[in-house]
């Protein structure tokens, strides 16, 4: 990318010689794009817009994703008159986090009597954190010889710690939070709930999410310079590979 690019704008029209071309020309990067290809862009009225890039700094790019749900299996040794414990962690929310002031942690305890087996032990942890209030709606447990916790949708990230004759094992992987759902953002609050042309994502689809601060012309009533946060999402289909490609070349070149 030219350093006498001065501007970034989506949606000029004209300015390439077909939808996803790109055209650099009098200190402006233009990427034309048909309309089937810009939809992908909320809200709407960033469809078509300049980026100065003297006044863009700082910024960050997170590609789109679903949520992965933790899955952490505990299986226990069987020995006659043990106390068992399972300790389950998470921050209020959704979140795990150690050492926080606002973790919730919650110790399930059983003492084996004879004749126990791994069996009967999962049963009576599946069962207690199953009715239990707060982890029965976050965590579903089930297994035979093992305790299989897993997390609900919503709450993808908790922490299981064991005591003696019970071993823990994650799921690589496994608990990461969503990224640009659609549905989310519109839980958020970032969207209206009707569409009133700022670019109401779609429930099911996903979005890659691209923010930047912007400095912009100072006005004289203020007396010095406004900076401003611009957040970008783009749907992550294909038709939108090319701009998102375009879009974090150009903003990491400023940060």
Request: aromatic share 8%; glycine share 12%.
């Amino acid at each position: 990318m030219s350093i006498a690019v001065k501007q970034f704008v989506i949606g000029a029209a004209g300015s390439a010689t077909a939808a996803g071309d790109v055209a650099a020309s009098a200190g402006v990067l233009r990427f034309d794009l048909a309309d089937s290809n810009i939809t992908g862009i909320v809200p709407a009225n960033l469809r078509s817009f300049p980026i100065v890039l003297a006044g863009v700094s700082g910024g960050m790019y997170q590609a789109g994703a679903a949520e992965v749900l933790r899955v952490i299996t505990i299986t226990p040794t069987a020995v006659a008159g043990a106390d068992y414990r399972i300790t389950l962690s998470a921050e209020k929310g959704q979140v795990f986090n150690n050492n926080l002031p606002n973790e919730v942690q919650t110790v399930f305890t059983h003492t084996a009597p004879s004749g126990a087996t791994a069996t009967t032990i999962g049963d009576a942890f599946r069962t207690a954190i199953n009715n239990h209030p707060y982890w029965g709606p976050r965590v579903t447990v089930t297994g035979t010889t093992t305790i299989i916790i897993t997390a609900d949708a919503g709450f993808p990230v908790f922490s299981a710690g064991v005591g003696p004759n019970l071993a823990a094992v994650v799921t690589p992987g496994s608990g990461v939070p969503s990224v640009g759902i659609g549905a989310t953002l519109l839980a958020s609050g970032t969207f209206p709930t009707v569409d009133d042309g700022n670019g109401l994502p779609v429930t099911g689809q996903t979005y890659n999410v691209i923010s930047y601060d912007y400095e912009v012309e100072s006005k004289a009533a203020m007396g010095g310079a406004i900076r401003e946060k611009h957040i970008i999402y783009v749907n992550n289909a294909a038709n939108n590979a090319t701009l998102l490609s375009l879009l974090q070349g150009l903003l990491s070149t400023r940060f």
